[in-house]
């Protein structure tokens, strides 16, 4: 049987997130989480090869307590268990820190894997690099915005788009893919499939110790990168503001600009009724 | 133009492992050329690079590898590179990317630039990442913004948290500070046939491992006949349209107006209009000369991407939304109705 893992994250509902109207700044601590939108994908793909082939398939985060809630809901949806990275000094870790913490857990916890399966980018830091960099730290072969793949024998064939050219790859297992997002729509968890998750899904937390690792490899300490500020982007200029009824707004958008639109789609747009 | 050839015999290594207690001051730009946008975006680093190294007083060099990059050097060479590396041979012809990280690893322990930057294409995307976990250094992705403070660190601006924010991110200590950059975020500077650069011939490494990941075939896909890229006239639909049916009339528009079709990616994501009208992060950037633009709020991954537009009229119900602000003009209203209403003036006034 295939042993398939994800890596899942928890991001917070960008479309739903508080503002600190005086400052202009997001008040994070008060986001709500969510599992983000892109693991949700490589998820489902694990999840029909375990239909088709039936697989074991193991979700790991790595977070705060409450990102057990992605994990409850990957099981939810048809994970079989779910592996949380919780610990202090884990904290404010960059890719490097992640892949690595990443990688230390999926070793201790499922050494003879066949494939992980991770999202392309999460919606929050949207750096795509996580899986990249944790082929490289597991030293497995892989490759990155996979459409859509194949597992036959110990062989993984992918299909790709990169740069206006269509890729077929193919590498021997075990390996690493993350998934686009252009395939591969996520199923919902089923009520009952909720209810379970919610009483007996079995969940592990693990912090350094479990993992064996020094806090110095981990977080912030492992990261090599510093922030050194967040802000919010204001970039505003003087614009020509038009309101009224749609025909009116219309009206005085051609009176204005039909030569400026005119001239880009090499048309005459005046009216001469 | 006049390229010097320089061969890295042994003599040199020494004298660069001898130097190294100097730091290093050369800014690598990794020439990624494989079709035009790759190859544009190379030279937007490299103009951007030439502004940097004036402030660290760095050298700007392009790393190139393939088979048959004659041009290529040229070409950085014109567009600023002082010194270009190159590797000329065989083994790269299809461009793959493990043996490329591969190479890279070799040669940035040997050469040890400061910093190293590279487009944010597709490639770009998962080879930055897998070379700096090698190289253990940090990484940040899809800057919009890079400069050096005090410090002489690159002090690197990259959005996050869904494009509500922007981090200011360094690397303190590893090296080199590297960072990836979507196309169209800079500006080239001009080619110049005048440009002299010292081209040093990499030697393909003995002994470098075969690559794991087997390309079955590689394919240039199928091009539309007008680009969104290269488009006039982009409408670009978000979510404040309503509906997927609503946001049909956004390609009616289009059309009329011969035009492409935009969209953000809650759009894309509900499946309102294809992926291949993405605007913005991990999809394309355009430079219309109008740009409609129709109950789109603007976060930073969207609005990044339109920054080479030169008109840009937004309609949307919020008039305090980022779109709103960036915008020439301004309509505060209903995106769908709007849109209906130029559709039918449109018509009127299209007679031909």
New interface residues.
Partial sequence: MLKLVTCIKQV?M??E?PWDAKTGT?K?ELAEGMMN?ACKHALEAALLLKNRHGAHITAISMGPPMAEEVLREAVAMGADRGILLSDYPMAGA???ST?YTLARAIEKECPDFDLILSG??T???????VG??L???LNI?????VDQFEIKGNTI?MNR????????????LPGLITVS??QYNPRYASLSGVEDAFNRADITRLGIDDLGIEPEMTGIKG???????????T???K??????S??Q???E??A???D??G???G?D???YE | MMIKSEAPSEKTSKTMNKSKKKKSRQIWVFGDYRNYFQNRVTLQLLSKAAELAQKIGGEVCAVVFGNDIEEYIWEYTCHGAEKVYALEHDRLSDYPIETYVNLMEIFVRQYQPEILLVGATSFGREFTPRLAKRLKTGLSADCIGLDINDEELLVQTAPSFGGNLLAKIVTPKARPQMATVRPGIFQEIPHDNDRTSTVIQLKMPENLPRERVKMISSSKSPSRTQKIEEANVVVCGGRGMGSKTKFKKIFELARLLTGEVGATRPVVYSSWAGHETLVGQAGKNINPKVLFSFGISGAIQHTAAITNADFIIAVNKNPNAMMMKLADVAVVADANQICTALIKELRNRIRA
């Fill in positions: 917070p960008v479309s997130l997001l994070r939108p960059d890719t490097l892949s392309c980018y919606n929050d830091s949207e750096t795509a690099q990249p960099q082929l490289e730290e072969p892989g490759a990155t915005f064939r788009t990169v740069d206006e050219y269509l890729e077929i790859l193919e590498m021997d997002t252009h990261s090599a990168t510093r922030i050194l500020d967040v802000y919010s982007p970039t505003e200029k614009n020509d503001v038009i309101t009224g749609p025909k707004i219309v009206e958008l051609f204005k600009y039909d400026k639109i001239s880009a789609i048309k747009l005046k009216d």
